[in-house]
Structure formats: structure tokens, C-alpha cells
């Protein structure tokens, strides 16, 4: 496939495919024949579970021998939303004014382009002196259940090994090179349903309303600080999402009254030990009540050192910037890959991810690609 050593071509290919998340939209063969092309041997990794999408994967890795360095993604986007509302066509990967435009520039198909492009220009150099892998979900923006923890999983039954990871996230606030994410906060959501009896307002005696309960259920949880955070993450919050009565009636006390709530928690805690005092705090106020909860990651740090090094130098060295060390934003699937090498995410400016006219300018995606290209030949100097 020509032109793998630009990033545009490959990331306008992958923009047009319609991967709104779980369809793959033909963006895992797009990548399969770009890969191909290139020497690596490509593995697709299908998963399926009983009420969750059906979803397709891709492992390649061009080399056999140690170390392996890889780097994760994800071909799958966000819906559109309203196309009317976009000033060109969500998938046509059209370029004006400097940018690339289209769902996914950002996040993060224009980094998968990068690093491909980055790999197709260092392949040959006799720098690589180990092997190069991508891990690609169709994943990440759904349930995340059929993805990269799947993947991770496979990959060892097969006796592979991955020996650090970069995940290309848009990790930057507002310009390219501003920030590196060696962390992130783990995030706990929480459905609360308090019962009572159903009854007349004219005879509180007969009725038991679980509103004052829910209440003050609500005011324990908005009203404590869980810390002050550490030395890597911020405080901890807790934000209350919904509150449910579902009662149209000014003169029935209701029987049930929900709520739901997420925390974004950092290293001091954990989805155990957050459930087990959301329960104490409960129990102390009374009455009956149901609570499920659902951790979707934990909080997880790979502390600074060589991988996060070798990154902001090369950040530094075609930006000019000191990368700031971070665990701020949300989720993504680094959590999952921490548990099987050290893992950092570094990619693309992130402001106009998810949005309308989502897009990246072509000088950004030259210098990522030129930054990733910086990191492959670091990773492997003196190796």
C-alpha cells in the first residue's frame, strides 16, 4: 500500500469508514492491508458474550524476538450526532484550512495512522531491533467487554509478551505536547433504589416515604470529601447523575424513590472499599434499600520512569514542550493493558474529540507521527 509513510492517506481511509462503535464499518481491514503491506503478521480476535455486541480485533506484530513494544488503540467512534450540525461530512475525511476533518480524527484514528506511519518509516533503519505490535479494539467507546481485556487475555494463552505499551489517546488539553497520562482515576457508577410503602398523603401513618431517606442518602454522599488527593492524582468526586420518583401524583406517597451516582476515585481507594463504605453510611441511615454497583476501571499509576522518559523526550525534541505528567480526564483502556506491562498514553490535542467538526490539523498529525517515530527508535537504542 503506498504512501504508508505519510499519515494523511491512511487516516482519511480509516475516517471513512463508518465504525461507529459496535460496528466495525471495514476499519479493521483497512488497517489489516496497511499492516500487511508493511511485513506484519495480523491476527483478528472476535469476541462475543451473551447480552453484549459481537466485536472484531486486531493483534499484528511485525518481528519475533524480544522486547515488544506496542501500541494500543481503538478503531471504533462515537456516534455523530446530529450530521445538520457538522460543517462538511462526518465521514467524508475531507481537508480544509490545515485539518483533517471527521469522527475519529482525533480520537483516535488519526494516531493510529501516525504510528503506522512512524513505524513505516524506522522499519528498515536496522534501528528496530526487536518487535513492533498494535493492539486494536472495536471496543473502547461501547461496554468494553469484548475489546482489550479479552485481547490481553488471548495474547498470553499464545505465548505472546508485550514489554511496554503506548496508548494513543488525544491525552493533550489544547496543544500537542502539553501532557502524557501515566494514570488514571478509577471510576465506580452506583444505582440506588430506596423502598417504602405506598400510601395516601392524607395518612402518613399508613405510608412509609423513602424520599427523606433517599435524601439523606444523597446529602452523605454529596457532602463528603472522600480526599485530598495524592501525590500523582486529584481529588476524588463523587457526582450524583440522576434522581428518580416517577410519581405524578401530588397526593400518593410513593413507595420507591432511585437515584445514580459515578465516582471518579484515585489510588487511595478502591470500587471495594468505595462500595463498602457507600453501604456503612446506608445502613446507619435505615430502612431498606437496594444498591448496585458496577466498577468499570481501577485507579492505576505506572509510576515515572523509563517509559514516561523516553516519551516526553521525545515530546520535547520536535515540540519544544515539557509534557506534563497527568492522571486527570477518564477512562480508557490502559487500565486493563497495566496489568501486563508498564503503559503511558500520549496522542493527538483532545478539544474537539466527541464533538461536532471533530478534526486534527495536518501539522499535528506530521509531528505525532514524528514523535512516535522518536519513541520506536528510543525504545530500542542500546538494545
Not at 53 to 79: E, K, Q, T, W
Not at 219 to 236: I, K
Not at 292 to 318: C, M
Amino acid at each position: 500500500m503506498p504512501g504508508l509513510d505519510q499519515p494523511l492517506p491512511l487516516a482519511q481511509e480509516l475516517i471513512r469508514c463508518q465504525s461507529v462503535t459496535p460496528a466495525d464499518g471495514g476499519a479493521l481491514d483497512v488497517l489489516q492491508r496497511a499492516l500487511q503491506s508493511l511485513g506484519f503478521r495480523c491476527t483478528r480476535l472476535p469476541f462475543t458474550e451473551p447480552g453484549t455486541p459481537d466485536i472484531d480485533n486486531l493483534y499484528a506484530r511485525l518481528g519475533d524476538v524480544a522486547p515488544n513494544f506496542c501500541f494500543a488503540g481503538h478503531s471504533d467512534v462515537v456516534p455523530v450526532g446530529d450530521a445538520t450540525r457538522w460543517s462538511v461530512d462526518p465521514f467524508g475525511a475531507s481537508v480544509s484550512g490545515g485539518a483533517l476533518f471527521g469522527r475519529g480524527a482525533a480520537d483516535m484514528k488519526g494516531a493510529i495512522a501516525a504510528f503506522v506511519a512512524a513505524v513505516s518509516r524506522v522499519k528498515d533503519d536496522g534501528k528496530v531491533t526487536g518487535s513492533i505490535s498494535l493492539l486494536i479494539t472495536g471496543d473502547e467507546e461501547g461496554p468494553s467487554i469484548n475489546g482489550t481485556k479479552k485481547m490481553l487475555r488471548a495474547l498470553v494463552e499464545r505465548g505472546e509478551k508485550l514489554d511496554a505499551c503506548l496508548v494513543g489517546e488525544p491525552t493533550n488539553p489544547t496543544k500537542l505536547g502539553e501532557m502524557i497520562k501515566i494514570g488514571r482515576r478509577g471510576s465506580l457508577s452506583g444505582w440506588l433504589t430506596v423502598t417504602g410503602v405506598q400510601g395516601h398523603t392524607a395518612y402518613p401513618h399508613l405510608a412509609d416515604s423513602p424520599i427523606p431517606r433517599l435524601l439523606r442518602m444523597l446529602r452523605v454522599m454529596s457532602e463528603t470529601a472522600l480526599d485530598d488527593g495524592t501525590a500523582h492524582f486529584q481529588p476524588s468526586n463523587l457526582q450524583i447523575t440522576t434522581v428518580d420518583i416517577g410519581n405524578p401524583a401530588t397526593n400518593v406517597i410513593p413507595g420507591e424513590a432511585r437515584a445514580a451516582f459515578n465516582i471518579r476515585f484515585n489510588d487511595r481507594h478502591s470500587g471495594k472499599s468505595l462500595e463498602d463504605w457507600l453501604r456503612r453510611e446506608f445502613d446507619a441511615i435505615g430502612g431498606a434499600y437496594e444498591l448496585r454497583i458496577q466498577v468499570s476501571g481501577e485507579a492505576f499509576l505506572t509510576p515515572p520512569g523509563p517509559l514516561s522518559s523516553l516519551i516526553a523526550r521525545a515530546v520535547k525534541a520536535i515540540t519544544g514542550l515539557e509534557p506534563e505528567l497527568s492522571t486527570t480526564g477518564g477512562t480508557s483502556d490502559a487500565r486493563f493493558i497495566k496489568d501486563y506491562c508498564p503503559v503511558a498514553e500520549f496522542g493527538l490535542a483532545g478539544q474537539t474529540m466527541h464533538k461536532v467538526d471533530e478534526r486534527v490539523s495536518l501539522a499535528d498529525l506530521e509531528a505525532l507521527t514524528r514523535i512516535y517515530q522518536g519513541v520506536i527508535e528510543g525504545f530500542f537504542a542500546g538494545r
